[in-house]
C-alpha cells in the first residue's frame, strides 16, 4: 500500500513494491516524482524526515533530513534595525535557504533497507520529467495564484509554457544521482551551482557547506496513549513530542467519554493543543546545540499536572510548564510489512523560489524564531524547528498505523486529530481523515471553514474560545491494519491517493 499526494508519485512507489523493492525503494521513487509533479510541497532541494519499521528487526529507526544552516548563520539573521523583518521578505531571500538534507538522508535509510539498486529508483521521475505530465487542477491553481515564481526564467519556462509540464533539467539532475549517488548533489558542479544560486540573492551558503551536510539517525520518541504504543520523530522535530503530549493530556481528562466531534471533545482537545503548542515553543530546537528536557515533557505525571489546568472554560494562552525535571507526507507498507512515514518539504509553497537544475530551493530557515534568544534561534550548522510528525502506531507489537501531513505547524494539531479520530472514535483512516480540522496553536481556536464543525463556533466561544473558521489544508496520508491487509487513507483536501495490491 502507498498513500501519496498525487496519483503519479503512489504509481512510482507501487511500482518499486512489485519489482520487489522496499518501503525505503518506494519512499525514495515516490519523492522523486513528488518533486517533479508536486514542486510546490517538496522536492531535492528541501528536507525530510523518516520513520521506519521493520517487522525483522521488531525496531521504529527514524531518520533526520531535515537543513541545516550555513557556517555563516547568526543568531540576527533575520533582523532589519533591530527588529524581524517582513516573513515574505525573509522568504524570497537567499538567507531562508538551508543546506538541502533530503538526497543524504534517502542514501542512508537506502543502505540501511533498499533492496533495489539506488540508480533504479529514479527512473519512474527521470521517465516523467522528460515525456512530460498534464499539470494537476492544484499544481495549475497554485501556479495561477503564485507571484513570485515566474519571476526566475528557468521557472517560467517549464511551469508557465502551457498545460504539459516538462523539466528535463531535473531529469538531467536526476541522471547524476541515480548513477552516482547523493555525492554529486553535495561536491561538485551541483553544489558550486546551489551555493551561487543563493549567494546571488543575498545568502551565504558556500559549497563547503554542501560538503559538510550529514543526515542523522535519531533515536525516536516514543509514548503510550491507552492500549498503544506511538513512536515519531524526535528533536529538531517539535512534530512528535506534541503529538505525543496532545494524547497523554487528553488521557488525563475526560475526553474519553465526550462525544465524537461534540462541542466538549474540539474544546478538551483545543485546551492540550495550547499546553503542548506552549512547551514546544519554550523546549524544543536543534538537540545539538539545546538541552532538550524529552523524559520531562513526556513524562505521565508532568502530563497530569498539565492537564489538571484544563477546566470547562478556556485558557486564552496556556503557560509553558516548568523546564526542570510547502510540505507532503506519504505513508507506504511493503509486503512483508516492513513500514514508512515520511514528511518531506520545501516550507513555503515553492520555497524560496529559487530554481537551480530543475529543482526549487527551500526557505526551510524561516522557521527559525526571527527574534533570537530561544532554543530555535538561528545558528551555524543549525536545524530549525519543524512541526513534521511522521508517526507509527503499534498494538500488541504489532504496527497499526502509519500516518502523517503537511500543514506547518498545523501539523500536530492535524496529526493528533486523526489519531483519537481513528483510535478514541473508532473511524477508519480514511474516515478519521476526512474528520474536519481543529484545534489551537496556543491562541485562537481554529476550525476547518465549512465543515460541520462551523456550527461550535457559538457554543465554544461561550466556553472563552477566541474562534477562527479557517481554511485548514491538511494533506493527510495514512495506511491502517485490517483483517487480512492493508487500508489506505488520502486527504480529499488534497490530490492524494491510496493504491495497492
Not at 525503494?25 to 509533479?37: E, F
Not at 525483522?56 to 533526520?64: F, G, L, N, P, S
Not at 485558557?315 to 507498507?333: C, K, N, Q, W
Request: charged share 20%.
Amino acid at each position: 500500500m502507498v498513500a501519496a499526494a498525487h496519483p503519479l508519485a503512489a504509481q512510482a512507489g507501487v511500482e518499486m513494491l512489485e519489482r520487489g523493492g522496499s518501503a525505503v525503494d518506494a519512499a525514495i521513487a515516490v519523492q522523486m516524482v513528488l518533486g517533479l509533479v508536486e514542486p510546490e510541497s517538496s522536492g531535492i532541494g528541501g528536507g525530510a524526515f523518516l520513520a521506519h519499521w521493520s517487522p525483522q528487526e521488531r525496531r521504529v529507526r527514524t531518520y533526520d533530513g531535515r537543513e541545516t544552516a550555513p557556517a555563516a548563520a547568526r543568531a540576527g539573521r533575520f533582523l532589519e534595525d533591530g527588529a524581524p523583518m517582513p516573513f515574505m521578505r525573509a522568504v524570497l531571500s537567499g538567507r531562508s535557504v538551508g543546506v538541502p538534507g533530503v538526497l543524504r538522508m534517502l542514501e542512508l535509510a537506502h543502505r540501511r533497507h533498499g533492496r533495489l539498486p539506488w540508480r533504479e529508483l529514479f527512473a519512474p521521475a527521470i521517465r516523467l520529467a522528460e515525456q512530460g505530465f498534464a499539470a494537476s487542477p492544484r499544481l495549475a491553481r497554485v501556479l495561477t495564484a503564485e507571484r513570485h515564481l515566474r519571476d526566475d526564467p528557468a521557472a517560467r519556462r517549464i511551469f508557465y509554457s502551457g498545460p504539459i509540464v516538462k523539466n528535463p533539467g531535473y531529469a538531467a539532475t536526476l541522471r547524476e544521482v541515480a548513477e552516482k549517488g547523493a555525492d554529486v548533489f553535495y561536491e561538485g558542479p551541483i553544489a558550486d551551482d546551489i551555493a551561487a544560486a543563493v549567494r546571488a540573492h543575498g545568502g551565504d551558503m558556500t559549497a563547503s557547506d554542501l560538503a559538510a551536510y550529514r543526515a542523522v539517525e535519531r533515536e525516536p520518541v516514543c509514548g503510550r496513549y491507552r492500549v498503544w504504543r506511538l513512536c515519531s520523530m524526535g528533536p529538531p522535530s517539535s512534530g512528535g513530542v506534541a503529538v505525543l503530549q496532545i494524547l497523554g493530556i487528553l488521557e488525563h481528562t475526560d475526553f474519553a467519554e465526550a462525544a465524537p466531534e461534540s462541542e466538549k471533545a474540539v474544546h478538551l482537545f483545543a485546551e492540550a493543543a495550547k499546553l503542548a503548542y506552549a512547551d514546544r515553543a519554550a523546549h524544543l530546537g536543534d538537540p545539538a546545540f539545546s538541552s532538550i528536557p524529552l523524559r520531562r515533557l513526556l513524562d505521565p505525571g508532568y502530563l497530569r499536572s498539565r492537564a489538571s489546568l484544563i477546566h470547562e472554560t478556556a485558557m486564552r494562552r496556556a503557560p509553558p510548564g516548568d523546564r526542570e525535571g510547502g510540505t507532503s507526507h506519504l505513508s507506504i507498507v511493503a509486503p512483508d510489512g516492513e513500514a514508512v512515514a515520511m514528511t518531506t518539504t520545501i516550507e513555503s509553497s515553492f520555497g524560496s523560489r529559487i530554481m537551480v537544475r530543475g529543482f526549487l530551493l527551500n526557505n526551510q530557515l524561516t522557521d527559525f524564531d526571527f527574534a533570537p534568544g530561544g532554543p530555535n534561534e538561528p545558528g551555524p550548522g543549525k536545524r530549525p524547528r519543524s512541526s513534521m510528525a511522521p508517526t507509527l502506531v503499534f498494538r500488541g507489537g504489532e504496527l497499526e498505523l502509519a500516518l502523517g501531513s503537511p500543514g506547518g505547524s498545523a501539523i500536530i494539531n492535524y496529526v493528533a486529530k486523526t489519531l483519537v479520530a481513528a483510535l478514541d472514535w473508532g473511524l477508519d483512516i480514511q474516515a478519521a481523515i476526512e474528520v474536519p480540522n481543529f484545534g489551537s496553536r496556543n491562541g485562537p481556536l481554529e476550525i476547518e471553514a465549512g465543515s460541520r464543525l462551523a456550527a461550535l463556533a457559538r457554543p465554544l466561544a461561550r466556553r472563552g474560545h477566541l474562534v477562527e473558521l479557517r481554511a485548514l489544508q491538511s494533506g493527510l496520508h495514512g495506511v491502517q491494519r485490517v483483517p487480512g491487509g492493508w487500508r489506505g487513507g488520502a486527504d480529499p483536501r488534497r490530490e492524494g491517493i491510496a493504491l495497492g495490491d
